[in-house]
C-alpha cells in the first residue's frame, strides 16, 4: 500500500476509529516520565518523549502473569485461563522496541510455544513512531537498527512538522489503515524530501556507537579473564538494568496461595539476584557479582546468538541511562575486545 | 494430573529420599506417556511450587512412572509428608535423553553416588529388560553409610544376577560390611573397567563427578565415551526463563544429559 | 574545595600499603554528567581519581557487598583492609555498621573529605542538553560552576543541590583516618516543615498519595541494594520460607516492601538519600525514612550514625524504656 499523510490534528479521530475494535496502547505522561499504558482517551497520548521509561515488553510480556488457578488438597484441580483474543494496537512505540519484540519472538515461539505471550503478540498491530531526536546513549544504528528503521513493525509513523508520513509495511498494517481511509491525504513532494531529511538527521545524531563485529569470538577467547572481575566490582546487583531492558526475559515461576485456593504466578526475575540460581542444597553455580554480570553481557552478546542467530540487544540505551553506578554497555563491549589474553 | 499409589522410603534421615510411585489419572495419558531414560518431569505440589526430577523408573514399565525424591528445601519437605492418594501434577518429558539405541552391543558401566542413583536407575532398569541388546554390565554405586544407600531391594535383586556384576561401597567402615569401603572413584579404579567399546555414564554430586571422570581418563576411557547428568535450578523446564544455562545450553532443554567432550568446551559456570 | 594533586597523593599512599586491597573513589563517567565509582589497585589507578559536586554516591556500600566466597583448602582468609573514600553522610553509614557490629573498624581505611553539597543528578540534566560535552565542575561558596566546552554557568548551588543537602547537619566526615581538605562550618539544620505538612493531611488524602507512588514501584531492589546499610544475608523478600512479601507486583506487595524496609531501617538510616536518587520510578523513598527518622529522635533522644561508641537503638534494651519490656 502506498504511503499516506496524517494531519496532527487529525490523530485523535484516527485513534477514536480503531478504539472501538482495539485497545490500545499508547505513551502517556505521567510526572514528567513518559510510560506505555492503556488509553481510552486520545488526548492522553503525550509524543513528546525521546523513549518510554520502561519498554512497552510489559504490555506482551506482563510483569505479573497467572498461569492457572489451583485448589490444593485431596480435591486438587486446575483452571487454565481463558486466552481472550483481544485485538491489541501499540501506538508510538520505538523502532528499537519494536525489534526487541522480534529478538524475544524468538525465544518464546521456539519449541515450546508459549501462548501467555504468542496469543497476544498475534493480535497485537505495532505502530511505529520514528526518533527525530534519538536520546544521548542510544545506538541502534550499531545493533542493525536506525531511528527510522521500519523492519519490525507494521506501520511506522514519521512526525515531519504538522503532519505525520505513514508508511505502511504490511498486510496487518494496511487493515488497521483502511479504518481510517478518509482521514488520510496523499504525499506530496515536499513532505518526502521533509521525511529524508528527519531521518538523515536523526541518523547523525546518534553519536555512541559499538562495535560488535565478531564479537561471539572475541567474548569466547576472554571467558575466564580478570576483566570481568574489574568491571563488576562496581555492579550493586540492583537489577534496574534487567527490568528497563526490552530483551531480557527472565521470570520466576511461584505458587501463591491462601488456605486452600491459590494461583501459578509468573514474574519477572533479574539474573542479578544472587539467590537466582541457588540450589536446594546451597551450591550457587553464580555466587559472586562477577560471574552473573559476566553471565548478562555473555547471555546478551554470545549464548543468544549462538542459539538463535541475533544478538540480544536493540541499542535503545536504557540500561546506560538508568544503571545507578554508570556501568555502560557500550564501554564494557569496547573495552572487552581490547582485552589482551 | 497425577495420583501418588505408592510411597517407599529409601532411607530415613535429614537428608531422606522416598520414590514416589505416580500415576495419571488419565489412563489415556498414562498409556500414551512415554519417554527415554535420562529425560525429567516437573512435579508439582499445588501450593508448594514445581520440582524437576529425573524419572528413575523405566520407559518398559508403562503402569506407572516413579520419582526419587530428596528432602532438601520448601517443595521436597512438603512433598515427603505426603501420603499415598494425594494428587500432584506432572509434565514432561523434557530434556535429552541417554542414547540407548546408540549404545547397543556396549559394555556399559554405569557409576552413581547417592541421589545421583536416580536417573541411572532409569537406565539400569530399561537394559535389564532389554538385556540382550548389550554386553557387559557394572554398576558401581556408593553412598556415605549403609543409611544413605538407595534401592537396597532392587539392588540385592540385581546382585543375584548373572549377568549384572554389582560393586556397592561406602564411604566409612561399618560393621556387617563386607564390600569396598572408600569414595566412589576409588571404588571404580579397584573395578578397572576397560574402556573398549564401553560407555560409561555417572551421575552424583558435583565432587565425585569430578574424581570419576579423572579416574575414568586415566583408566582409558576416551572423553566422548563419558556421559553424566548435570543439575541446576530450574523453573520453567521448557529453556525460556533463563535460569539454568551453562554457557549457551540450558541444563533443561539441551540436557540434562551431557558428554564430557561437551562439557570441557563449555564455557560457564556450573 | 579539594585540592585533586592532594587527594591522590593521598590516596596513593593508602593504596600502596601492604595490607590494603584496594580503595573506592570516583572517576569521570561515559557519558554526560556522570561520576562513577572507582576501584584503585595501585598507583596508576589513583591518576583517574576526582572528586567534584558530581561525586553523588555514596560508597560504603562496597565494603558490604563484598563477596565471602567458600576458601579452598589451605587458603587463608583475607584480613586485608579496603579503602573508601566518604563525604559527611557516608561517613555516618559506616559509624552505624560499626555500631552494629556489620563490619570492623580495623577493615577500613577512610579517607574523609568535608563536602558542603553534592549536585543532583536529576535537576542538572534538565538544564542542560544531552548534547553538552562537560569539562570541569566545580563549586565555590554560592555557586555550581560548570564549565562546558562552550561557556562556564555559574548557578546558585540552591537551584541544582540535592535536596538532602538543603538539610545536612553533618558535612564533616565524623570518622576518618585521613581528613583531605579543610573542616567545613556548619550552618545547616534539620528542616522538619515538609514532613509536619505532610503528617497534617488526613488519612485518605495520605493512602491515595502512597497508593499512587507504590503503583509505580517495579521491585527492582535498587533501594535495598544501594543502601549501605541494607546487607542483610538473606533478605526478606527472597526468603520463601516463609514467604513475608509475594513476589507478584501489585500496589498490595509494593507498598508491604516498602513500608517494611523502611521500618527495618528505623534508627539506622542515615539519610544519604541514594535510595530515592537511584529509584527509577522516582518513588520519595526519603519522605518514608525521614519521618521514621523524626520519630525516633522524638520517641528517643536517638540519632543514628553519630558516634561510634553508641550502641544500635532498637537492638538494645535500657531500663528507663518510654514503653514497657514483653515480660
Known amino acids: 500500500m502506498e504511503d499516506l499523510i496524517l494531519p496532527k490534528n487529525k490523530l485523535s479521530d484516527y485513534i477514536n476509529k480503531i478504539k472501538s475494535d482495539y485497545t490500545i496502547f499508547a505513551p502517556i505522561k505521567k510526572d514528567e516520565l513518559t510510560y506505555y499504558s492503556q488509553i481510552e482517551n486520545p488526548s492522553d497520548i503525550s509524543l513528546d518523549f525521546i523513549n518510554s521509561k520502561y519498554p512497552p515488553k510489559s504490555i506482551l510480556f506482563n510483569q505479573t502473569e497467572t498461569l492457572f488457578k489451583f485448589k490444593h488438597g485431596l480435591k486438587a484441580e486446575i483452571s487454565f485461563k481463558e486466552f481472550k483474543n483481544s485485538k491489541n494496537v501499540i501506538f508510538g512505540i520505538r523502532p528499537c522496541d519494536a525489534k526487541s519484540f522480534f529478538i524475544v519472538d524468538k525465544l518464546f515461539k521456539d519449541d515450546y510455544v508459549d501462548p501467555y505471550y504468542s496469543s497476544k503478540r498475534e493480535n497485537t498491530v505495532l505502530i511505529g513512531l520514528s526518533c527525530n531526536l534519538p536520546g544521548k546513549n542510544c545506538f541502534c544504528t550499531s545493533m542493525d537498527g536506525g531511528p527510522a528503521n521500519a523492519e519490525d513493525v507494521d506501520i511506522l509513523f514519521t512526525d515531519i512538522g504538522d503532519k505525520f508520513y505513514i508508511e505502511i509495511k504490511n498486510i496487518k498494517g494496511e487493515n488497521l489503515i483502511k479504518i481510517g481511509e478518509n482521514l488520510f491525504n496523499k504525499p506530496k513532494d515536499q513532505d518526502k524530501n521533509k521525511l529524508k531529511q528527519i531521518k538523515k538527521k536523526a541518523e547523525e545524531t546518534i553519536s555512541r556507537k559499538m562495535n560488535t563485529t565478531g564479537i561471539v569470538d572475541e567474548l569466547d577467547n576472554i571467558f575466564d579473564n580478570r576483566f570481568w572481575k574489574d568491571i563488576s566490582m562496581k555492579c550493586i546487583g540492583c537489577g534496574i538494568c534487567t527490568y528497563g531492558c526490552p530483551t531480557c526475559h527472565c521470570f520466576d515461576i511461584l505458587d501463591e496461595t491462601s488456605l486452600r485456593e491459590g494461583a501459578r504466578v509468573r514474574v519477572w526475575d533479574t539474573c542479578m539476584n544472587p539467590e537466582y540460581t541457588i540450589h536446594a542444597s546451597g551450591h550457587n553455580p553464580r555466587p559472586a557479582r562477577m560471574n552473573r554480570t559476566r553471565n548478562r553481557v555473555y547471555h546478551k552478546f554470545n549464548y543468544y546468538p549462538k542459539n538463535y542467530n541475533v544478538i540480544a540487544c536493540v541499542g535503545c540505551g536504557r540500561c546506560i541511562n538508568e544503571c545507578p553506578v554508570n556501568i555502560d554497555i557500550i564501554d564494557v563491549i569496547t573495552k572487552a575486545r581490547e582485552v589482551k589474553t | 494430573m497425577v495420583t501418588i499409589e505408592k510411597i517407599t522410603e529409601e532411607n530415613s534421615g535429614e537428608r531422606g529420599i522416598?520414590?514416589?510411585?505416580?500415576?495419571?489419572?488419565?489412563?489415556?495419558?498414562?498409556?500414551?506417556?512415554?519417554?527415554?531414560?535420562?529425560?525429567?518431569?516437573?512435579?508439582?505440589?499445588?501450593?508448594?511450587?514445581?520440582?524437576?526430577?529425573?524419572?528413575?523408573?523405566?520407559?518398559?514399565?508403562?503402569?506407572?512412572?516413579?520419582?526419587?525424591?530428596?528432602?532438601?528445601?520448601k517443595v521436597t519437605s512438603a512433598l515427603h509428608e505426603c501420603e499415598p492418594g494425594d494428587v500432584l501434577g506432572v509434565r514432561g518429558p523434557y530434556g535429552n535423553h541417554f542414547d540407548v539405541s546408540g549404545w547397543q552391543g556396549k559394555n556399559l558401566i554405569f557409576i552413581g553416588g547417592g541421589i545421583g542413583q536416580a536417573p541411572l536407575r532409569s537406565l539400569i532398569n530399561y537394559v535389564v529388560d532389554n538385556r540382550d541388546n548389550y554386553k557387559d554390565?557394572?554398576?558401581?554405586?556408593?553412598?556415605?553409610?549403609?543409611?544413605?544407600?538407595?534401592?537396597?531391594?532392587?539392588?540385592?535383586?540385581?546382585?543375584?544376577?548373572?549377568?549384572?556384576?554389582?560393586?556397592?561401597?561406602?564411604?566409612?567402615?561399618?560393621?556387617?560390611?563386607?564390600?569396598?569401603?572408600?569414595?566412589?572413584?576409588?571404588?571404580?579404579?579397584?573395578?578397572?573397567?576397560?574402556?573398549?567399546?564401553?560407555i560409561a555414564v555417572t551421575c552424583g554430586p558435583p565432587i565425585?563427578?569430578?574424581?570419576?571422570?579423572?579416574?575414568?581418563?586415566?583408566?582409558?576411557?576416551?572423553?566422548?565415551?563419558?556421559?553424566?547428568?548435570?543439575?541446576?535450578?530450574?523453573?520453567?523446564?521448557?529453556?525460556?526463563?533463563?535460569?539454568?544455562?551453562?554457557g549457551n545450553l540450558y541444563v533443561c532443554k539441551d540436557g540434562p544429559v551431557f558428554s564430557y567432550d561437551q562439557l570441557k568446551n563449555l564455557k560457564g559456570e556450573m | 574545595?579539594?585540592?585533586?594533586?592532594?587527594?591522590?597523593?593521598?590516596?596513593?599512599?593508602?593504596?600502596?600499603?601492604?595490607?590494603?586491597?584496594?580503595?573506592?573513589?570516583?572517576?569521570?563517567?561515559?557519558?554526560?554528567?556522570?561520576?562513577?565509582?572507582?576501584?584503585?589497585?595501585?598507583?596508576?589507578?589513583?591518576?583517574?581519581?576526582?572528586?567534584?559536586?558530581?561525586?553523588?554516591?555514596?560508597?560504603?556500600?562496597?565494603?558490604?557487598?563484598?563477596?565471602?566466597?567458600?576458601?579452598?583448602?589451605?587458603?587463608k582468609e583475607d584480613t586485608n583492609k579496603i579503602g573508601v573514600i566518604v563525604k559527611g553522610c557516608d561517613s555516618r553509614a559506616i559509624v552505624q555498621i560499626i555500631q552494629e557490629k556489620g563490619i570492623e573498624r580495623e577493615r577500613l581505611v577512610i579517607i574523609g573529605i568535608p563536602c558542603s553539597g553534592v549536585i543532583d543528578p536529576k535537576k542538572i540534566n534538565k538544564n542542560f542538553s544531552d548534547k553538552t560535552k562537560v569539562l570541569e565542575v566545580t563549586d565555590d561558596d554560592k555557586n555550581f560552576i560548570i564549565?562546558?566546552?562552550?561557556?562556564?554557568?555559574?548557578?546558585?548551588?540552591?537551584?541544582?543541590?540535592?535536596?538532602?543537602?538543603?538539610?545536612?547537619?553533618?558535612?564533616?566526615?565524623?570518622?576518618?583516618?585521613?581528613?583531605?581538605?579543610?573542616?567545613?562550618?556548619n550552618s545547616k539544620k534539620t528542616d522538619n516543615k515538609e514532613i509536619e505538612t505532610f503528617e497534617k493531611k488526613n488519612l485518605e488524602d495520605k493512602w491515595k498519595f502512597w497508593e499512587d507512588q507504590f503503583e509505580k514501584c517495579i521491585r527492582c531492589y535498587a533501594c535495598r541494594n544501594v543502601c549501605p546499610l541494607c546487607y542483610c544475608k538473606e533478605c526478606m523478600v527472597d526468603q520463601l520460607n516463609p514467604q513475608w512479601v509475594r513476589r507478584s507486583v501489585n500496589v498490595s506487595e509494593n507498598t508491604a516492601w516498602n513500608i517494611m524496609r523502611a521500618f527495618h531501617l528505623a534508627g539506622r538510616c542515615i539519610d544519604c538519600g541514594e535510595c530515592e536518587r537511584v529509584c527509577p520510578a522516582d518513588i520519595p523513598l526519603r519522605k518514608l525514612n525521614k519521618k521514621i527518622e523524626k520519630d525516633i529522635l522524638e520517641l528517643f533522644d536517638y540519632k543514628p550514625g553519630v558516634n561510634v561508641e553508641d550502641k544500635p537503638l532498637l537492638s538494645m534494651f535500657k531500663p528507663d524504656d518510654p514503653e514497657e519490656f514483653i515480660l
Open chain 3, 147 to 185: 564549565k562546558t566546552d562552550s561557556k562556564t554557568h555559574k548557578i546558585p548551588k540552591d537551584e541544582l543541590m540535592m535536596d538532602k543537602c538543603k538539610t545536612c547537619e553533618y558535612p564533616n566526615p565524623i570518622i576518618f583516618d585521613v581528613l583531605i581538605g579543610d573542616e567545613i562550618k
Open chain 2, 208 to 246: 565425585m563427578i569430578k574424581f570419576v571422570i579423572q579416574n575414568l581418563l586415566k583408566l582409558g576411557f576416551s572423553e566422548n565415551q563419558i556421559f553424566t547428568t548435570l543439575e541446576m535450578r530450574m523453573k520453567c523446564g521448557i529453556g525460556k526463563c533463563g535460569r539454568c544455562n551453562i
Open chain 2, 137 to 198: 554390565l557394572d554398576i558401581v554405586y556408593g553412598a556415605r553409610s549403609t543409611g544413605d544407600l538407595c534401592f537396597k531391594s532392587e539392588f540385592s535383586d540385581l546382585e543375584k544376577r548373572k549377568d549384572v556384576n554389582v560393586h556397592l561401597s561406602i564411604d566409612k567402615e561399618e560393621e556387617g560390611w563386607n564390600k569396598f569401603v572408600g569414595f566412589v572413584p576409588d571404588n571404580l579404579l579397584s573395578v578397572k573397567p576397560s574402556p573398549k567399546n564401553a
Open chain 2, 18 to 73: 522416598k520414590t514416589f510411585r505416580l500415576r495419571f489419572n488419565d489412563k489415556k495419558i498414562q498409556n500414551d506417556f512415554d519417554f527415554i531414560p535420562g529425560q525429567c518431569v516437573m512435579v508439582s505440589h499445588f501450593g508448594y511450587g514445581e520440582c524437576f526430577f529425573a524419572i528413575s523408573s523405566s520407559p518398559t514399565k508403562k503402569d506407572f512412572l516413579e520419582v526419587s525424591v530428596m528432602k532438601l528445601g
Open chain 3, 1 to 75: 574545595m579539594v585540592d585533586r594533586k592532594k587527594l591522590q597523593d593521598e590516596v596513593t599512599r593508602v593504596v600502596e600499603r601492604d595490607d590494603v586491597n584496594y580503595v573506592v573513589g570516583w572517576e569521570k563517567g561515559t557519558y554526560g554528567f556522570q561520576m562513577t565509582p572507582l576501584f584503585m589497585f595501585s598507583s596508576d589507578d589513583v591518576n583517574k581519581l576526582s572528586f567534584n559536586p558530581l561525586c553523588v554516591h555514596n560508597l560504603t556500600v562496597f565494603p558490604m557487598l563484598e563477596e565471602k566466597l567458600p576458601l579452598r583448602k589451605g587458603a
